[in-house]
Structures are given as structure tokens and as C-alpha cells.
């Protein structure tokens, strides 16, 4: 395929503003003095059922909400009751719970014989695996939790980008890291995440640079794959062959964590990609906004518009014209490598919770 006429607009590419990075050393570590003292004054209680957390160490962009869903998904088809915990941190309760329960709402509508999954957000994850308990669940997916000292669990699930995997080395707000890569060493199982964008020497390195901070995990390896391309705006939801997409011109636009994953998914299933916008993480769309992309598409004779599933969840909010068509591209966490393994050891944690939790009801 040749090279695209691609004008790429990264907003808010940095977390510290351009004026304040030379101070970034020193605000980095007053961050990581922060961490450790915020650390050393929690007390983690234990929620009343087994809890699994899905977590990183960099801020975003490791795939999480599509390994929520594929957690949710495969624990509700072997029998179990799981809710997915969310802190509802910006616009979480806007646009991962939603991407969530579409995501999920289809594949049980399509499988009755299994439990459909629920959400709960709230900052008190505490107080929101009480409530999930109530209703009757039976297994907590702590989601974006590695960090969140309050909460005991039974298991931790740490996603690592195989792109970026240590976010540049630096603690936030310098760069991209939530904490020193030595946390992963609580971790029970590191998945290195779109392996597939990583060449086999670098997933090898990553992989024994994991092994080196955690050898006590399981390590496996994961994949995005798209599934759905569908309509979003005026029209209502209506699904489109991905081929659509091959040798199309297009505009794109996402507010995630990591735009460069989703610029490259795009261009190796065959788009043309003529402009595209990375807004900050979790970004509330304005009318105005999603104005100025059609515009934008119109002027390069665009074929449409194409963003995440979890911008359309926002931008369905919103009012605008049916043409240039918006596309949201919805995709599929899929364990490569280990996956037997992972579930193994998912439900050994679940098992050791249910232990915990009998042992307490007896006491």
C-alpha cells in the first residue's frame, strides 16, 4: 500500500504542558514520594466476593476496557455473575461502562443460555462490590485498579503495551508512568497487549523484562482485533463490512489512551487515512467539534469518519448531519499465547476468594 497524504493533530500529546516540562524531574519526584506515602496510610479491606483487578502501570492506553469485556464475557460463559467496577474517573461513566454494556448486551442477546455481566460506577469500589454482592454477583472485575490501594483482591491482571511498555521510564507527570515498573512484582499475571504490533525480538525482550520484575506471574500475550464497524449519529447503530474501510479515504478522530494503536489498526486493515485527531483521554465531544470533522472530511473528500467504540458511546449524544457517515470501530481483546493457563489461574483466585469468604462467614 502507498504512503497516504496523512495529516496527523496530536491535542494534548504530553501530560505536562510544554512550559512546565523542564521542571518535569522534579515534579516527577514529588509524584512517586506521593504514591509511596498514599501507599503506606491505606488499608486494603476485603470485598465481600472475589475480586479480580485489570490493571496497568502506565496512565492508559494499554487496551483495558476490551480486557474487561473479554474477562466479563468469558467468566459469564463458564457460569459465573461477574460486575465490571468502575470509578467513574472523567468521562468513565459515560463512555468505557457504555462501551461495555453495548459491547456485551450484543454477544449475550445472541447467547441466552449465559448470565449477562453488569456494571457498577462508583469511587468507592469498596461500597460498589457491596452493592454488586446485593445484586446477586458473584465475582468483581476491579476495572483500572493496580494502583487502587484501598481494595484487597483475590488476583491481579497487569496489561503491559507491547508498543509502550514502560512509559518512557518516567513517572507522571514527567511521562506515562502510574508508578516504578517494580510494582508489576504484585502482580499474578502480566499480558503484554498488542503483540502484534511489536517485532518477536522486542516482545522477547519485554517479556523477559517482565519475567526479571515478576517471576512469580504468568506471563501471556494479547491482540486487538476489529470486529464491527457501525454507524454512528442520526440513523441509529446499523453494522458495515469492515472491507468498507480498504483503500478508503478517511477521516479519523479518538480520544484514548494510546491514538497511535488505533491509527495503526486503521491503516493495516487498508484506510486511507487523510487527517487524524487524537484528543486527550477521555474526551467529552462537543457538537462543535464533531461539526468540524464533518467539515474537515467534506473539504478532503473523505469517504467518512471513522473513531473508537468508546468515543461513539459520547458522540451519539450529540446532534449532527447524517453525511460524511461517522463509523465506530469496535475490537476484540484475544489471548495469543497461554490462554488455557490464564483461565486457570483466574479461577484458582476465585476459588481462594470463595475460601476467604467461608472462612470469615464461619468465624
Not at 468507592?124 to 484487597?152: P, S, T, Y
Amino acid at each position: 500500500m502507498g504512503e497516504t497524504q496523512e495529516n496527523v493533530r496530536i491535542q494534548s500529546s504530553s501530560p505536562l504542558p510544554a512550559g512546565l516540562r523542564w521542571c518535569g524531574p522534579l515534579l516527577a519526584c514529588g509524584y512517586g514520594i506521593g504514591v509511596r506515602l498514599h501507599r503506606a496510610f491505606r488499608q486494603p479491606r476485603w470485598p465481600p466476593l472475589p475480586t479480580i483487578c485489570i490493571g496497568n502501570l502506565t496512565a492508559g492506553g494499554t487496551g483495558k476496557t476490551p480486557a474487561a469485556i473479554y474477562f466479563a464475557r468469558g467468566l459469564a460463559e463458564r457460569g459465573r455473575k461477574p460486575v465490571v467496577l468502575i470509578r467513574g474517573y472523567k468521562d468513565q461513566a459515560r463512555d468505557e461502562a457504555a462501551e461495555i454494556d453495548a459491547a456485551l448486551a450484543k454477544t449475550f442477546n445472541e447467547n441466552t443460555s449465559a448470565l449477562r455481566p453488569s456494571y457498577i460506577v462508583n469511587p468507592d469500589r469498596f461500597a460498589g462490590a457491596k452493592a454488586a454482592k446485593e445484586r446477586g454477583c458473584d465475582v468483581a472485575l476491579l476495572d483500572d485498579g493496580f494502583q487502587h490501594w484501598r481494595l484487597a483482591r483475590d488476583l491481579d491482571i497487569v496489561l503491559v503495551d507491547a508498543t509502550d511498555p514502560f512509559g518512557g521510564g518516567r513517572l507522571l507527570p514527567y511521562g506515562r508512568l502510574r508508578e516504578p515498573p517494580a510494582g508489576l512484582s504484585r502482580a499474578g499475571v502480566a499480558i503484554v497487549t498488542r503483540a502484534d504490533a511489536a517485532p518477536p525480538g522486542n516482545l522477547a525482550k519485554i517479556c523477559d523484562e517482565i519475567r526479571e520484575l515478576a517471576p512469580n506471574a504468568l506471563i501471556a500475550s494479547a491482540q486487538h482485533i476489529p470486529r464491527r464497524l457501525r454507524t454512528v449519529g442520526p440513523g441509529g447503530a446499523v453494522e458495515v463490512p469492515r472491507s468498507r474501510l480498504a483503500g478508503l479515504p478517511i477521516v479519523a478522530a479518538c480520544g484514548i489512551g494510546n491514538p497511535e494503536g488505533f491509527r495503526r489498526t486503521l491503516i493495516q486493515m487498508g484506510a486511507r487515512i487523510l487527517d487524524f485527531v487524537a484528543f486527550p483521554d477521555h474526551h467529552r465531544y462537543s457538537e462543535v467539534e464533531i461539526c468540524g470533522l464533518l467539515d474537515r472530511a467534506r473539504t478532503l473528500k473523505a469517504g467518512g469518519i471513522v473513531v473508537t467504540a468508546k468515543d461513539s458511546a459520547k458522540l451519539e449524544l450529540l446532534r449532527f448531519p447524517a453525511e460524511p457517515p461517522v463509523w465506530s470501530l469496535e475490537v476484540a481483546f484475544e489471548v495469543r499465547e497461554r490462554e488455557a493457563d490464564l483461565w486457570q489461574r483466574v479461577e484458582m483466585a476465585i476459588a481462594d476468594g470463595e475460601k476467604r469468604l467461608n472462612v470469615i462467614r464461619d468465624t
